[in-house]
């Protein structure tokens, strides 16, 4: 009998902000709806249900497409949204290096009646190939929430 392998270690990037003055309704939209995430992210398909499959589009570079292939696991409307998160190519070594990740969007309140909103993107292999990528991808994910915090008064419902 075989003996099962264990998981290879990985890490995760964590960033929050905290989105005082709107609604918690309105955060949601900010963070599933396609247009408005095309806004202050990326290029994408989104639709908050589970088991959809979408694609997140960056731009192009070198020897990658740009294309994220993504799929929904999990919605709790006004709280979370999570889904798979893959795409890139082996031999870049900085944003687009191949992942296969899974990225969890959390909506909480907080005391004084705003609220925060996280950005948990897991799964990252803790090796040297991906080293260049997560750390990009870290300072991306603190410069993606400020700039939905940012974008805010554009969400208008329509």
Same mark, same amino acid.
């Given at each position: 009998?075989?003996?099962?392998?264990?998981?290879?270690?990985?890490?995760?990037?964590?960033?929050?902000?905290?989105?005082? #003055?709107?609604?918690?309704?309105?955060? /949601?939209?900010?963070?599933?709806?396609?247009?408005?995430?095309?806004?202050?992210?990326?290029? #994408?398909?989104?639709?908050?249900?589970?088991?959809?499959?979408?694609?997140?589009?960056?731009?192009?570079?070198?020897?990658?497409?740009?294309?994220?292939?993504?799929?929904? $696991?999990?919605?709790?409307?006004?709280?979370?949204?999570?889904?798979?998160?893959?795409?890139?190519? +082996?031999? $870049?070594?900085?944003?687009?290096?191949?992942?296969?990740?899974?990225?969890? /969007?959390?909506?909480?309140?907080?005391? &004084?009646?705003?609220?925060?909103?996280?950005?948990?993107?897991?799964?990252?292999?803790? &090796?040297?190939?991906?080293?260049?990528?997560?750390?990009?991808?870290? +300072?991306?994910? #603190?410069?993606? $929430?400020?700039? $939905?915090?940012?974008?805010?008064? &554009?969400?208008?419902?329509?």
């Amino acid at each position: 009998m075989a003996e099962e392998e264990a998981a290879a270690p990985t890490r995760s990037i964590v960033a929050s902000i905290d989105i005082a #003055n709107y609604p918690v309704e309105k955060i /949601w939209r900010a963070i599933t709806d396609s247009e408005c995430i095309a806004l202050w992210f990326m290029k #994408n398909d989104l639709k908050p249900d589970f088991g959809h499959k979408f694609t997140l589009r960056a731009r192009p570079i070198e020897r990658w497409d740009g294309e994220f292939q993504c799929q929904v $696991l999990d919605v709790e409307e006004n709280q979370k949204i999570s889904y798979t998160w893959k795409g890139g190519a +082996k031999e $870049l070594k900085g944003f687009g290096h191949y992942i296969d990740t899974f990225a969890i /969007w959390t909506i909480t309140p907080n005391e &004084d009646g705003s609220f925060k909103v996280t950005l948990t993107h897991e799964g990252f292999p803790i &090796d040297e190939e991906t080293d260049r990528c997560f750390a990009e991808m870290e +300072k991306g994910s #603190n410069s993606v $929430l400020r700039t $939905l915090a940012k974008m805010m008064p &554009d969400f208008d419902e329509e």
